[in-house]
């Protein structure tokens, strides 16, 4: 997702989606601690993406 693509969500759509990739971060290292995944890298990218969201959050809130 890209930070024109989060930029177009509304308020409510950005909390949702902050919620749902928050638990599929979460999912994703609790499987690495389980089995090594294919990938471990996209434990990396989720939690960008979180971050990202969550910037994005914070600056609607400041404004």
């Known amino acids: 997702m890209k930070n024109i693509d989060i930029r177009a969500l509304s308020d409510t759509?950005?909390?949702d989606?902050?919620?749902i990739e928050?638990?599929?971060l979460l999912k994703l290292?609790?499987?690495h601690a389980?089995?090594?995944?294919d990938n471990p890298k996209?434990?990396?990218v989720q939690r960008k993406?979180?971050?990202r969201l969550q910037t994005e959050q914070r600056q609607r809130?400041?404004?």
């Open 42 to 44: 996209s434990i990396e």
């Open 34 to 37: 389980v089995v090594n995944l």
């Open 29 to 31: 290292k609790m499987n």
């Open 49 to 51: 993406l979180v971050a």
């Open 61 to 63: 809130q400041l404004k």
């Open 13 to 15: 759509e950005l909390n």
């Open 22 to 24: 928050k638990t599929q």
């Open 17 to 19: 989606k902050v919620s």
